[in-house]
């Protein structure tokens, strides 16, 4: 029901709104984490989705040179949206894999179980942010960023590999495949801890190139001036 929800919503979206701003920039969950992983680009891809650009979004995700959450801070709820996935998600991830896979949500004590910990990891996560971000000047203040993205990724991996390979502390949640049998524990703990370098080093180390995920489009208004300009000649 959820899903089918989330679809309607989606596509409703797409008649009232432009291009991008109707789900990707708004409601989809996945789009916040990867701005929130995507801010330090290699190289930027010609945009296969947008063939002019009409300002949908701004500032626009795809085409903001090391764009993150916090780039977009003109409203007090993209203020608090930032706060939430940059601040936050470390902290609630942190909490979700302490909780294990409840099957009768009917029981309200059970949802609020659920969801008990990850909030209040969030919280804690959030409260940890304001303080080292109340200290920092713009620079500083995008390293702390980085930083918090990297705690968010590190913390996924760290408890989801371990899960899929059957060696999760909490019974069968989010098995794939158990290798409990097959390999010793240590060989799951060096890759996650190998992983984990990879993105700290990634994330926080690597030099931030000026760099967007996409390169963006000419604007449409510009094109419209050019064609009338051309007719006029
Ligand atoms: S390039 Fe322009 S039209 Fe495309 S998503 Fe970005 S802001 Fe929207």
Redesign the pocket.
Same mark, same amino acid.
């Not at 432009?18 to 701003?21: I, P, V």
């Given at each position: 029901l959820l899903l089918m929800l989330l679809i309607a919503v989606g596509i409703t979206m797409g008649f009232f709104f @432009?291009?991008?701003?109707a789900w990707c920039s708004t409601l989809c969950p996945i789009h916040h984490v990867e701005k929130l992983y995507g801010g330090k680009q290699l190289f930027s891809l010609p945009?296969a989705?947008?063939t002019e650009?009409?300002?949908? /979004?701004l500032p626009?995700p @795809? /085409?903001t040179p090391n764009f993150h959450p916090g780039k977009a801070h003109k409203s007090i709820l993209q203020k608090i949206n930032a706060l939430l996935i940059i601040g936050g998600f470390p902290g609630f991830i942190w909490g979700w894999f302490q909780v294990p896979d409840v099957y009768d949500t009917t029981i309200p004590i059970q949802l609020f179980n659920v969801y008990a910990l990850p909030w209040m990891g969030a919280a804690g996560s959030i409260i940890l942010f304001l303080c080292l971000i109340s200290f920092l000047d713009k620079k500083s203040a995008d390293v702390l960023i980085q930083i918090f993205a990297a705690a968010a990724v590190s913390t996924y991996y760290w408890y989801r590999i371990p899960e899929l390979f059957g060696f999760s502390k909490i019974g069968k949640d989010g098995l794939l495949i158990s290798l409990k049998n097959t390999l010793p524990e240590w060989v799951i703990t060096f890759l996650v801890i190998l992983l984990i370098s990879v993105f700290v080093w990634w994330l926080v180390f690597n030099k931030t190139r000026h760099k967007s995920w996409l390169i963006?489009?000419v604007f449409a208004k510009r094109k419209e001036q050019a064609f009338h300009s051309l007719n006029k000649q």
């Open positions: @432009d291009w991008k701003s945009n989705h947008c650009c009409v300002n949908c /979004s626009c @795809d /085409s963006r489009p």
